[in-house]
């Protein structure tokens, strides 16, 4: 039987506050425990939740960058369960009236050999807090409860059940992680716990319009995990139905060491959290005037960046959307175009997407800490399109940069003069050494005469071995065939 995978993803985000979210206690990570817990967040009698304005403020931010609705009313609720790191005994949340409505996302990623686009619907994002953190180590028999994470503000990112593999979770979920960053709601760190997602999978056979049942893989903090637990889950499934079996929804972790999912407990549906509106807190009210001011404020989004380097630098759509995918890479591209000219923004393109990333990745370090900066790397463009290095030499050039970790904007001409990288493109020079060539492999040339054209390759071979390496490669060749069709 084929089988057809159906995915869902909810993303918890954590939004960059200074405050919690119905309290005054800061948010810091890694602070000694309970150090950061108030008594709102301790739930002690009597005290009373205030909502904090910059965690709207970013909902907002975000519902307007996805083309949400953003909610003039939208109310928050309490979900009730218990857990020790839950004082209050329930959560506060957003259920049937949250802050954002819809919306979409739209990303790309390779298929088969192939960059592909895909746009996936968002359900909803609602505000709510997050939980603290028991804590089962260094202590006998016990366990601790930490309270410095209860109360940080989260909005929780759900998505229609519109993916349909683990490549496309992959792209869907480094896509939100892209665009909550280059929107400042979000710092991304998912070591921290900044980024979590919670990954809803069932199958069913191709051409079944209904879903099958439902397994939620909690709070998976890495790219690689969510693409593990994806092919883990469905395995599961799949053998599980075929062999006669049942799927029973629930909730489940994944472990990375013995590559399974492991049922953590039975799926609690809505009713079993018995939500309903909390009388603590009156309803959230955004104006227009609310959402106009937190427009303004916004920054150029992805897609409009990614338009406007197809129409102003005629870029293809992947390499626009490859440069979007950070705004620090976006940011550091628009910079060197700018130094290096329109003329140049292709090779800016290519250059950023190739030996700038791979160098980056090499050396783990990210973009804004590179020690070659856009005003560097646009002056080495400069000198690739007026013919004074190769291309080659510039990865020589570039190599130099990087190693010398200098500010100087004539780094660039410094180490072409220092390592003698200098191109020929003196005619006359050029034509002294296509002469000795021509006159040293009479054979090749007579190939080439009687019609096997590939004999020039091993022509031009020898006069770039001649000249070592500094010969202009476009001119040579121009050269050669004029002497041979003479």
Known sequence: MQWEVVIGLENHVQLTTESK??????IKYGAEANTQASPVDLALPGVLPVMNKQAVDRAI???LAVGATVAPHSVFARKNYFYPDSPKGYQISQFEDPVVIGGALTFGYEKDGEFVTKTVNLTRAHLEEDAGKSLHEDYAGMSGIDLNRAGTPLLEIVSEPEIRSAAEAVAYAKALHSLVMWLGVCDGNMQEGSFRCDVNVSVRPVGQKEFGTRCEIKNLNSFRFIEEAVHVEVRRQIELIEDGGKVVQATRLYDPDRKETREMRSKEDAQDYRYFPDPDLPPLVISQAWIDTVKASMPELPAAMRARFISEYALPEYDALVLTQSKAMATYFVAVVDKAGKENAKAAANWLMGDVSSTLNREGVDLDDAPVSAAQLAAMLKRIADGTISNKAAKEVFAGMWEAKSDDENLVDTII???????????????AIVDE????NAKSVEQYRAGKEAAINALIGQA???SKGKANPAQLTELLKAKLAG
């Open 417 to 431: 003069d220092a390592k003698g990288l200098k191109q020929i493109s003196d005619s006359g020079a050029l034509e």
């Open 61 to 63: 931010r975000f519902g």
């Open 21 to 26: 979210i119905f309290s005054g206690s800061p």
């Open 437 to 440: 060539v021509l006159a040293a």
């Open 464 to 466: 770039m071995k001649a």
